[in-house]
């Protein structure tokens, strides 16, 4: 069993930056790969970023490319989300899931954090 406990969120102002944190616990992560996905209200469930927790590389959607980064702290079971030049569009709900499947299928992410909430105002 993996849990994930997401935190970080807030209010912000257009521009400004936020990190969102992800601590896992549980069995071992050396295979998985956990992502950040987002929801605003009304549209569905959409993939940030994904980080290997093995090679540490990484993926973006292009929403987010050249503003977010995907990191993460092996050592201290945590991945993080460095948001920078946040738009108001960025507002959603911020989730954390982790997956051993394919990392760009959401479908396949049967690990999820409860969510944390990122309001940016323009």
């Known amino acids: 069993q993996v849990q994930l406990v997401e935190s970080g969120g807030g209010l912000v102002q257009a521009g400004g930056s936020l990190r969102l944190s992800c601590a896992a616990s549980g069995r071992t992560f050396s295979r998985y790969y956990v992502g950040w996905f987002r929801q605003a209200p009304g549209k569905q469930r959409e993939f940030v970023a994904v980080t290997s927790w093995s090679s540490g590389g990484t993926n973006y959607a292009d929403s987010v490319k050249g503003r977010f980064t995907i990191s993460s702290d092996n050592a201290e079971k945590m991945v993080y989300l460095q948001m920078n030049n946040l738009k108001p569009e960025d507002t959603a709900v911020y989730y954390c899931?982790?997956?051993?499947?394919?990392?760009?299928?959401?479908?396949?992410?049967?690990?999820w954090g409860q969510g944390t909430q990122v309001t940016v105002s323009s």
């Open positions: 899931a982790a997956t051993l499947g394919a990392p760009m299928w959401m479908k396949g992410y049967n690990y």
